[in-house]
């Protein structure tokens, strides 16, 4: 079983800057992309910035330029910057790990509030 611990998050001015942090533990391949995605009161969860475990960014348009996102497939986290923060940003953030191979994980943790104040 694939546990997802993230931290990080919290109350921030337009503008600011968050870091999140998601640690991965079980078993699971490595070859893997980890990443975030967010959700807000009535959409649908979207992503935010995922990374494969060659090293692969890919990142939503809305965050391009702003965050940054980056992991470390020995200890199994990923991390992501935010700066330039804006109130639409506001949302739970999650942590996902998906593994392309059978037996497939598509793993989510608990989620983190972030909150952007204008």
């Known amino acids: 079983q694939v546990r997802l ?18 640690v991965a533990s079980g078993r ?12 807000t009161p009535g959409k649908q969860r979207e992503l935010v910035a995922t990374i494969t475990s060659s090293g692969n960014p890919t990142y939503a348009d809305s965050v391009k330029g702003r965050f940054a996102i980056s992991g470390d497939s020995i200890r199994n986290t990923v991390d992501l910057q935010m700066n330039g923060l804006k109130p639409e940003d ?29």
Do not use: H
Not at 10 to 21: D, K, M, N, P, T
Not at 29 to 38: D, I, Q
Not at 97 to 118: A, C, E, N, Y
């Open 5 to 22: 611990v993230e931290s990080g998050g919290g109350f921030v001015q337009a503008g600011g800057e968050l870091r999140l942090s998601c």
């Open 90 to 118: 506001t949302g739970v953030y999650f942590c996902n790990l998906k593994t392309p191979f059978f037996p497939f994980i598509d793993s989510w943790g608990q989620g983190t509030q972030v909150t952007v104040s204008s």
């Open 28 to 39: 699971f391949s490595s070859t893997n992309t980890m990443g975030w995605y967010r959700q």
